[in-house]
């Protein structure tokens, strides 16, 4: 059962930008820690970025600080992930995470390609 929809992937070329948004399917993710991950082929899931439930706390890995900025809109229920200057390094599956829960989506595939 999925229990969250991810959006917003595609094709890109080198240093293009893209937004990743991840939606509850039936709730709010009012007032939850979000996390993104990704997941390189044959390789798990790493943590990209991660935002506690008031949106005043965020984390990322050092491979995306600078480029990729995480927020939420607790209004409309979405957790956003703006990627910017991507590279081909980033193609990946990108997956939203409700920690608390073990919520996963089926992830959104981005690919960063000239």
């Known amino acids: 059962q999925v229990q969250l929809m991810e959006s917003g992937g595609g094709l890109v070329r080198p240093g293009g930008s893209l937004r990743l948004t991840c939606r509850g399917a039936g709730f709010s993710l009012r007032s939850w820690r979000m996390i993104w991950y990704r997941q390189f082929p044959e390789k798990g899931r790493e943590l990209v970025a991660e935002?506690?439930?008031?949106?005043?706390?965020?984390n990322y890995d050092d491979s995306v600080k600078g480029r990729f900025t995480i927020s939420r809109d607790d209004i409309n229920s979405i957790v956003s992930l703006q990627m910017d200057g991507l590279k081909p390094e980033d193609t990946a599956i990108y997956y939203c995470?409700?920690?608390?829960?073990?919520?996963w989506g089926r992830g959104t595939q981005v690919t960063v390609s000239s």
């Open positions: 995470n409700l920690p608390q829960r073990d919520y």
């Open positions: 935002i506690d439930s008031a949106g005043t706390a965020t």
